[in-house]
Structure formats: C-alpha cells, structure tokens
C-alpha cells in the first residue's frame, strides 16, 4: 500500500470531490481544424482518469468568437454537444472532474512568423516573433467577458465540472497583468485594480453564470523573468487583488513568458526540480483562504506528498508526468512506485504537438491515447518465437521486454558491457540525469519477462545464427558521418574523433585542460550542446563552428530558448555560417575556420580537441547476410532511421508488439 497518505487524501472545490490531490495539468494534445472533440482527445483523458487523476484539465479551448480560425474545440459555436458530452461523461464516470482551459495567446507566438491576428492589452511587440497585436477596446473587453461566461455555461450543460484561466505563460491575460506589456491608460491599465480588472470581470462572471458549484481555477504568473514584469513581489499582489472576494475555487503559479524566458513554461531537465516552488511557498498567504495548487516539474510520489505534508499546497498539478505515464496516481496508491515510467523533463510532448504539429508523443510512453494505455500488459503471442534482439540500447531494450512480456524467448546480445548504449553516455552529460529512467524501467521488465542477456562483445553473424532465431531486431544504432573537410588519411588515424567518441574519453577526467576545444556542430541535437556544456567544464575554452546561420535548429523552441542561455551565460562561443579547414598547421594546434559564403579566414591557434556531431548513418552491415541465411529482419531506432530517442523508443516497441 502507500506511503504517501496525504497525497489520497480527498479534497473539496465548489462543493465537489476529488477522490485525491492529483490533477493532470492543462496540456496542448492535438490540433482540431474542425474545431470538434476528437476521439484520441477523449481516451487521453479518460485514460487519465483510469489511471486515478482526481481532475484533469484540457488543452486550451476556444471559448471566443476571435479563436474561430485556431485549430481548438470550437466551444462558443455551440455545435459540438453530443462530442462535449461524451467527453465529459468518459472522464467524469470515473469519478473524476473535467475542467475546460480558458486561454488565448493575445501576442504571443512560438511559430515562425508573425501573427496578424492578435489582440492585447497594448500594441506592443511580442519578444520572440515581434507579432504587434492590436490592442483590445474597452467593450472588445467586455464583449469577450460575456462570450467566456456564455461558452463555460454551455460546457456545464454538457457536464463539464468547473474551468481553469491560464493567467500565466505570457498569455493575453498575463499580458494584461503585467506592467510590461499592458501601457494602458483606461479602466483595464495603470494601476494594480485596473490590470487585474479583466480577469477579475471573468472570474465573477463565470460564477455569474455558472453557480457556485462549478470549479473556478486561476493559473497566475509567479516569474516571467522579463524586466519590469512579474516576480513573486507583483504576483503576491495580483494574488491577493483576485482572491479577495473568494470567487475562485483554486490558484496554481507558473513560470515564464513568451519570451527569452520561453524555457521556463516547461521547465527542463537542465534545472533544479520543482523549480516553481521557492516562490509558491511564499504566496499561499496572499491567496485569502483559496487552495494552492503546486505545479512545475513535480515528477515523483514522495516530492508530491511531501509539498502536501508540508502545508506548502493543497493539490499537486502534474503534466508531463502524466503523459508519461497515466497510471502514476494508480501506481503510487498501491506502492508501486519502481513500477512508473518517469517523465525525462525533456519537452518532446511539448514540441511534437506545438512544434511539429502532431499528437502528443512521449519518450517514455510510446501508447499516449491508445485504449490500452493505462497499467499497459502486452497481449499474449499466438505463436511464440525466439526473437534475438541485438543491441541493448533503448530502442533493443524497448522491443526486448515487450516482445518477451508476449512470451516469446528472447536473448539480447548487447557490444558494450553496459545496457542503455548512447543513451547511458547522454545521462553523463549536463541535464542527463534523468535519462537512465529510461533503461533502468526497461531492465526490470525484460528481466521480470525473462530476457536472456549477453553482454560485452560484438555479436556476428554467425554468433546469431547460432541461436536460431525466428525474428532477429537489429538496434545496432548509427555512426556518424565524418565531414568533408576532414581528409580520410587524418579520419583513419582517429586524430579527430566523433564527438560520442571524444565525450567517452573526455568524460574520463576532471578538471580544467589547456587550450581550445572546438566542436564541428552538423548536428543541432540537445545531446550536442551538453556535450558542449561538458567540454567547457574541462577545456579553457570551447567553441561551437556550424554551417548554419544559427545553433539548436533540430530541438523544441522551449529547450532551444535554455540551449541559447546556457551557451552565452558559459561564455560557449558560436561560430556559424563556417566550418573548419583541414591544414599542415592543425598537427600544431593551429585550426583555420571558413566562412562558408565569402571564404573568410579566423585562426584558433591553441586547438586541444577537434571533433564533430554530423548526421549519422544506420550500422545496418547485418541486415543482408541474415536476411540470406533466410532469417527475418527488423530494423529498429537508429539502426532503420537515425533519430531522437522518441523514435528509438516507438519503434522498439512496435517491433516488440509485432514480433
């Protein structure tokens, strides 16, 4: 059973009851052009709700006439009740409350681009695409009061149990709050009553129109970290200015702005856990009597109920641990803790739906909405085979301990005598530490289904053809490919080495080494600028040279925004539009870097290390051999398709189910 008693302990808003303190934060799951409920938004949370969330909140919600163009349920058009129904019943039947989010970037935007249909609090740029919004009228204000109240009634005719105003993240109504981004002069500016004066118009007229058994959240910036904004001291003051008269039911605090701040909305795996709570502890006080609910980067059972034992909140808001792993409350309840897949802090849910414009995806979860989701158990094999993964990295470890938990007989052949391959080294490096959670979960399901591992040497062909395979799943990995300008006799004496097999050696010593390391970046991955980070630990000084116009192309503009910081506050210097020339000096140390348009020369003279990150290319040399000694083969992660490890982990796992 739990040690966490006060984290299941029930809890009451609006005269309602949350069976826990668990709430799934709002989260952005999948564009909607047709503005209607999709299937795949219902089982996710639904799925939540299996896996014992006692409230969940949707993604933002279009509740405005202006939000008709934006690819969101389209809730102030009234036509989607039977999809609003459903959607609340699937969730709610669970015994747990669904909470529609009330949002609307006003300038703020995270695509390329400007954005010509924005509106604000003042005409004032946005930090990050420069989007100018036109700036709201007065009764465009109270018009938009009306239509938000309008649609959260509507949404509680369909059964919908309360709703939440994202305040925070450098969204319009923070806009408004701020002092840096609202510079009006009527009724909705200047002074602290007139800035909170819109969302305060909201909240009562939400209460207006929707009674007091309908849940009221409110999300509040508590730093977005931009000059003359908001800091505890500001939110302390808007806390109080909007609790007063008792009308919201909640109050959570978020961090970051639309800004070069962008990195604090999510925070990251490069930061302290629970980043959001310094601040927090401090403004309970300001809340007048109304719930705290903790959020930001709150990933374990025992952080959670302590933030609650504590009295530091009342609730606990998780997001990207509940995608990665549903059955989080479920597991916990039942001291099943070595049994949760650990969200990595890592930003690629964020960035597949906000950036690369597809479902919501997880490193750590490769069934996000799947009906199975939830405590998944692999389905029994109708014909059991013996499968010989090679490669125990954590596209191989991902297909072993599925295909084996379907009961198949399964031996993993694995090179190094450590399981995770280049994923163990990433958790070597700045903000890796949670990439182990990866293989260690892994591990102990292949083990608890009975994998078979031989570890530390090479497997050939005849090694595996020994074994008399059914199905081989090849996850040998990659290799990457040496640039153009390194000479293939210089290439063959290993004087320049790929940046996993400098970091291998690198990370073998400490302390400061003389002289300049400098990194050929054709990579633009996460990986390569904490390798980065690393090496400017080590080496007096570290420079970055890339044929592009900038650095961090490849990563979520979230993680890119941190990337940015980091390498400029670590004096990391960036070289771009260039990429170095091979000469008789470099046996010197000497390095001549090319502009890659004009030819311009820059000399770095003290060169201790030169090394790259490029492209790679599949380690696939076993597929033909094994494939004519008329034995099935299947390519997985880098081996099929280098890539990120979301796509290491997906098509391990699908080769494990269709094994």
Known sequence: MSDFHTLFTPFKLAGKTLRNRIVHASMSL????????????IQYHANRAAGGAAMTITEPLAMMRHQAGIPRVQVWRRDDTEGLKRFADAVESQDCRLLGQIQDAGRGRHFPGRNPEAVGASALPDDLSWTVPRALSTAEIRGLVAEIADSAAYLKACGFSGVEISGAHGHMFHQFLSPWSNRRDDAYGGSWENRVRFVAEVVTALRDACGT??????????VDGIKGGIGPAEAAV??????????ADYVCFAGGAHARTLEMHTPDRHGP?????????GLRASLNGVPLMALGRITDPAEADGILTRDEAALIALGRPLVADPAWPRK??????????????????WAAIIMMHVPIACVNNPRVSRPDEVDFVPLPAATKKRVVVVGAGIAGMEAAWVAAARGHDVTVLGASDRIGGKAFWREQLPGGETVSSIYDYQTVAAKRAGVRFVLGQRATVADIVALRPDTVILATGSSMIPPDWLPADVLAEGWVPDLRTAMTEVLRHDGRQPGTAVLFDADHTEGCYAAAEALRARFEHVVLVTPRDTIATDVAMTTRQGILRR???????????????WSDGCADGRLEIVNVY???VRVIDDVALLTYATPRVP??????PLRAAGIAVVTVGDARAPQEMLFATASGHAAGEAV
């Open 567 to 581: 390498m400029a506050e670590q004096r990391i210097e960036t070289v771009v539009l260039a990429e170095p020339r």
């Open 598 to 600: 004009n030819g311009d």
């Open 238 to 247: 808007v806390a109080d200015l909007l609790t007063r008269g008792g009308e």
């Open 30 to 41: 999948v564009a909607t052009p047709a503005g209607r409920v999709t299937d795949r938004m």
């Open 213 to 222: 058994d309908f849940i009221v959240g409110l999300k509040l910036p508590v």
């Open 332 to 349: 916990a309840a039942s001291g099943r803790t070595w049994d949760i897949r650990y969200c990595l802090s890592c930003n690629t849910c």
């Open 273 to 281: 856990p629970m980043p959001y709570m310094p601040a927090i502890r």
């Open 619 to 624: 380690n696939d040399a076993l597929v033909a």
